[in-house]
Structure formats: C-alpha cells, structure tokens
C-alpha cells in the first residue's frame, strides 16, 4: 500500500511522548502515529457495530425471541453436556 504524507498539529506533550515510545522501541514517529490511528479508526468501527447490535437487542420482539430460545435450550438441554 502507497504511503502518504500527512501534516498534523499535536500538542507538544503528545509529540515528546510519542518521540520518546518511539525511540525505546526502535521504530519510526511516522510508524507509531500509523499505528495509533489504525487502532482508532478499529476502535470507532468497533463502537458503531455493537451500537447497532444494541440497538437491535432493544426491540421487544427480539428480546422476546431470545427468551423464548433461551427458555428452549434450557428445557432440552442436558446440563451435563454443557461444555462448562
């Protein structure tokens, strides 16, 4: 994949602390900063998916649902071959 140059401001605080992580791993400013974005931008699409999730699980009729399947399983289910 290309790389790109990316001008950004950041307090100086910041940038000594990333200078310095850097430094005592033996990697590139450029590669902590990638990084750091990558798990950011994970961090937000993660967030987004479990709020969709969420709000699925709120409707009563899902809810409704599951306890119904959950009231099967236990109702069918031999607890000795639960695998806990």
Not at 27 to 36: D, H, I, L
Not at 53 to 79: C, F, G, R, W
Request: hydrophobic residues 40%.
């Amino acid at each position: 994949m290309p790389h790109l140059k990316l001008s950004v401001t950041v307090p100086e605080n910041i940038l000594n602390e990333i200078k310095k992580i850097a430094g005592s791993r033996g990697t590139k400013v450029s590669r902590m900063v990638t990084e750091a974005l990558r798990d950011k931008i994970m961090k937000i699409k993660e967030d987004a998916f479990v709020s969709q999730i969420n709000k699925i699980l709120e409707s009563p009729e899902v809810t409704k649902d599951q306890l119904k399947m959950a009231d099967d399983i236990a109702n069918t289910m031999n607890i000795e071959e639960l695998p806990w």
